[in-house]
């Protein structure tokens, strides 16, 4: 059986961007609208070393509304089916609480988890790195999806740590 790698994070960080990067497709829907990914959505990652499946998932928003809801259990199922977990931040808006909210949820469940600083383009590194540290994960990588920069650094971190 392949390696599964879950995308999770907020809305609007990029995460279906990240997906369509990695899968070199289109299948994620991309839009500057909250709740547009709702269900998860598979793909496949063929690299030199392996073959991966990627799951998209619609942004974590604690607020315990009815689609928040929806969304949250379908990406709970994506971590619970995951052997690694991409959790993706917004590197232009800085650190949120819903950020801490998720980074909190997923120390929880002791996933193996990579802190991907998106949206990082014409910004230093080290300085967002240092802003994300607080979320205590040990693996961190920035990267712009949109533009694929550092993509492929993270796919042979991902490939490093299945």
């Not at 942004?59 to 052997?83: C, M, N, P, R």
């Not at 988890?113 to 802003?131: F, P, Q, R, W, Y």
Request: hydrophobic share 40%; with cysteine; charged share 25%.
């Amino acid at each position: 059986m392949l390696p599964i790698v879950a995308i999770v994070g907020r809305p609007n960080v990029g995460k279906s961007t990240l997906f369509n990067q990695l899968t070199g497709t289109s299948a994620a829907l991309v839009a500057d609208i909250q709740g547009l990914t709702r269900d998860r959505i598979y793909g496949h990652i063929q690299s030199e070393k392996n073959d991966l499946i990627v799951i998209d998932t619609g942004g974590l928003d604690f607020d315990h509304g009815d689609l928040s809801q929806t969304i949250q259990e379908q990406t709970e199922t994506a971590i619970e089916e995951a052997d690694l977990v991409c959790f993706v931040v917004d590197g232009r808006e800085g650190l949120a609480n819903s950020d801490r909210e998720v980074a909190l949820d997923l120390r929880k469940k002791d996933k193996e988890t990579i802190l991907v600083v998106n949206k990082v383009e014409g910004m230093s590194s080290e300085g967002l790195e240092a802003d994300f540290h607080s979320l205590g994960f040990k693996e961190m990588v920035s990267i712009s999806a949109k533009r694929g920069d550092n993509c492929a650094d993270l796919i042979g971190l991902i490939e490093q740590k299945i």
